[in-house]
């Protein structure tokens, strides 16, 4: 798609969003250029809420205000990593995101910020890179030990069980726990029987004595993680 286009079809998209979504929001700006990760390769930011708040003692829209930026180098840079990627879907989705950042601007919330710091630290981790083991919990929380990043979810079980076993839409399965002395075992399964989401991780996290944990907190040390890939197997009652 080529820039002009591409400004059209986010004009023509942003303005199918009801207006009252868009309240304190000074309008939408696309760049011609593209805004890199400053430390993960072939990462594009694709979109900017750009929010500044002026002092007051009333809140809302009249203190808040907010540009959207959307940068074409980023979508044409990443669509030619992807044969299959899709402009319109993606545009849309940057869109709302975008916009979701600012509403959240107005009510104070910093969801959606926890949310993209969790989706950085997972790329880092599918990287092989280091990164903070305890990301997922900045997730969308979705209860019961479970939690959403992107596309992959995860579920944590506190303390050391050789056997741990989930419930996902009326299947009941078991997973088996290698052997480890990790402070935090991320166990992928795969292959992924149906229905299982696409991306699934389990989290076997160690429980801390308050004394190793008052240690490990002031001699900086970091926590001991370990990866493994994991099948599981469906229980079939009865």
Known sequence: MKFEQFEQRATELWQEIPREYQSGVD???????????????????????????YPSEFGGPDTTRSLVVLYYGSFWRLSRLDEGFDWEGELW??????????LESLAADDALEDQDYAAD???????????????FRAGEGLGDGWYRV???YFREYEGRSEVL?????????????????????????TPLPPPLPPALCLVQTRPQGTM????????SQRKVVQEYEVPAERIVDG
Do not use: M
């Open 212 to 219: 190793r944990l008052l240690r490990s907190i002031f001699a």
């Open 27 to 53: 309008g939408l700006r696309v760049e011609r250029g593209a805004q890199a990760h400053p430390t993960l390769p072939d990462v594009y930011t694709l979109g900017e809420c750009l929010t500044e708040s």
């Open 93 to 102: 989705e940057t869109l709302t995101h975008e916009l979701r950042h600012h």
């Open 165 to 189: 076993e989930l419930e996902w839409e009326a299947g009941h399965y078991r997973v088996h726990v290698p052997e480890s002395d990790a402070d935090v075992l991320f166990l992928s399964v």
């Open 150 to 152: 992107e596309d992959e």
């Open 121 to 135: 630290e997972n790329f880092k981790r599918l990287d092989g890179r280091s990164f903070d083991p305890f990301f």
